[in-house]
């Protein structure tokens, strides 16, 4: 039952990304302690590594320079990504369940 879940979230992560989800480009989470800027991969004063963020004292929307705990990524890579965890746990659950029914099957009565 899970890995027909699995397959099921593999099923919504594509519809939704390529069908509802309009933008080429999604944010992808990046890991917080990341030495990403450090390694040179990306430079902090660049637009699209800079977040906008709202500020609650009455600014409105402003743009801050500082590292965003997010970088910009294709869709296509968000969704592999995504898609990558499920379909192992699909796999696993599924070969596990019939593994299962083997030896219950050669240990009936």
């Known amino acids: 039952m899970v890995g027909i879940i699995n397959i099921f979230v593999i ?25 990403y800027y450090d390694r040179g991969h990306s430079d902090p004063d660049d637009p699209s590594q800079q977040s906008i963020m709202f500020n609650p004292s009455g600014g409105g929307l402003q743009k801050k320079v500082e590292k965003s705990d997010h970088v910009s990524t294709s869709k296509m890579t968000y969704v592999i990504w995504e898609c990558i965890p499920p379909f192992i746990n699909a ?5 596990f369940f019939y593994m299962a029914k083997d030896w219950v099957d050669v240990h009936a009565n």
């Not at 519809?15 to 080429?24: G, H, K, N, P």
């Not at 796999?91 to 070969?95: A, C, H, L, Q, R």
């Open 91 to 95: 796999i696993f659950f599924i070969s």
């Open 11 to 35: 099923i919504w992560i594509c519809v939704y990304s390529f069908a509802i989800f309009d933008r080429d480009e999604v944010w992808f989470p990046r890991n917080r302690h990341s030495d």
